[in-house]
């Protein structure tokens, strides 16, 4: 593993478990494309920060909780395959649709990371 796709993301409380079962479709597809691992995390010890949080980076509420996730892939080329792969396949298309979605993705952050240190 040497490339790291990740995101943080407000969940309704209330959702946490549509979430989860959605996350382990997710997973499924991803991994079947050929990612390296799929991760989701849900907060357990996270607190607003002074200056910045898990919280605050997402504008929580107090009716929610912050997921952390990643995917892990070979290099930054597979992620990329990978992601062509999978935001083509039919079923992504099904999971995403607007009107079952669980979050407020306005308020979800992401990004890719090379790892630098992996023990």
């Not at 478990?17 to 989701?40: C, M, N, Q, S, T």
Request: proline share 5%; aromatic share 10%; net charge positive.
């Amino acid at each position: 593993m040497k490339y790291v796709s990740s995101w943080v993301v407000p969940v309704p409380k209330k959702n946490l478990d549509a979430y989860k079962k959605k996350a382990r479709k997710f997973g499924k597809l991803w991994k079947e494309h050929g990612a390296l691992e799929y991760v989701e995390c849900v907060a357990e010890n996270v607190q607003p920060g002074k200056l910045t949080s898990f919280p605050q980076s997402v504008m929580l509420k107090r009716t929610e909780t912050v997921v952390f996730a990643w995917l892990s892939f070979k290099s930054r080329a597979h992620h990329d395959r990978v992601m062509a792969k999978a935001m083509s396949d039919p079923r992504m298309k099904k999971l995403m649709q607007p009107e079952d979605m669980l979050i407020d993705g306005k308020r979800m952050f992401w990004g890719g990371f090379d790892v630098m240190v992996r023990m």
